[in-house]
């Protein structure tokens, strides 16, 4: 049994009032999100609106181009259903990641399918040259779709660090160099190049996001996040809302300590200087070897394979301490763990991840199950992707663009 079967998905719940036309037009479109094509009585059950509503929904959605038909499924008795889908061409949004490492420019449909992607890879961002090179890229996707497609852009989502001039003598960034962001509005540089509405997330907490809406978290309600890249970092999703706390920060599991502060003051590490990409590129390079393998294949091959299993090991014990810590708090489902590399050497640290969970004392805890994120290297451009089309489409805005107070 999968777990999407195991577990009840999530179920917008519309209303029969009048002047709710908008609200519920964005509850059919949620439901059929989350579940995927359904028959209009499918739709009526989850929705808990009648069958003449839904039916003018229905008819409203077509006629806007956001839905579409799909085969007619016959059964045994009566007529056959006729499941409706969201329609790919319907919307569109462009995510764009910025990270320590590389820069992504997303244009995502509005099943959140990525239609076009372009990339950029760099030693360490320059928002001197950054700028530029987001702008020509935003041109070209505007030009890819088209005067008439273009009109259905509705925004654009970025996912970048809190802090990205942090940790400089990690990533041996000279401080002058790592300052020029210090002083950097990335929403309003952005803005300045397009009509559309921009918005910002911290690029982790938009990973969680992706995951949330396209993933394993449709059909788990409380869950803590961690996806690793260049940092490790994570998000946090409670009653299946993503939490940013008072700063926006929460879910940063990259910052918990991983021991006791030291008698002579010194802090301990952090998980992040541990289970973290950088680690693993600093021992490759002192093996003489590819760091670029960390994104490939070669990871898991000769010679790459002994100096990729020292890491996850060390990677596992750190993130089973930190999985420990936060069950203690949070009481969670699962822990969902994805990252920027293939999807063998993720399910190799979850196999690692599961025997390091026997290293550390449950007693009074519920052990949380681990489960593999279903999004992978795009996740956090997608979750930028996701945010004007919620926006724009969603019942509940604040499903994850609020801030606890």
Known sequence: MTIAEATPRLRPRGSNQVGMRQFNERVVLQAIRLHGALPKAEIARVTNLTAQ????????????????KHAPVRGKIGQPSIPMALNPDGAYSIGIKIGRRSLDVLLVDFTAQVRERLTLDYEYPDPDTLFDEIRM??????????????????????AAP??????????????????????????????????????????????????????RGRSIRSFLYIYIDTFIGG????DSHLRH??????????????????????????????????????????????AGALADERALQSPWLPVTQAWMQDSALAIALAVDSAAALLDLDGV?????????????????????????????????QILAGAIGADARAIGGALLPLYGNFAPDRDLFLKVDR
């Not at 039916?55 to 956001?66: K, M, N, P, S, Y």
């Not at 041109?139 to 989502?157: D, P, T």
């Not at 918990?256 to 990409?277: E, T």
């Not at 969902?336 to 009074?364: H, N, P, Q």
């Open 53 to 68: 509503t839904v039916q003018i929904i229905i008819a409203r959605l077509e006629a806007d181009g956001l839905v579409l």
């Open 137 to 158: 890229r935003l041109g070209a996707l505007r030009k890819s779709l088209g005067a008439r497609r273009a009109q259905l852009l509705h925004g654009i989502g970025i």
């Open 162 to 215: 809190l802090s990205l001039g942090g940790w400089q003598s990690l990533l041996g960034v000279a401080p002058e160099r790592a300052g020029k962001w210090s002083s950097i509005d990335i929403q309003a540089k952005v803005a300045a190049m397009s009509s559309l509405p921009v918005e910002v997330v911290k690029d982790t907490a938009a990973a969680c996001v992706a995951e949330l809406v396209a993933g």
């Open 235 to 238: 998000g946090l999703v409670i």
């Open 245 to 290: 706390g008072v700063t926006g920060n929460a879910g940063a599991v990259g910052s918990m300590p991983l021991g006791l502060g030291g008698a002579d003051g010194a802090p301990p590490r952090q998980l992040l200087s541990v289970a973290s990409l950088f680690t693993l590129e600093a021992m490759y390079a002192k093996a003489g070897l590819d």
């Open 336 to 368: 969902i763990i994805d990252g920027s590399f293939t999807r063998e050497m993720l399910a190799a640290l979850l196999a690692d991840v599961g025997k390091a969970f026997d290293r550390y004392s449950w007693e009074g805890v519920t052990r949380p």
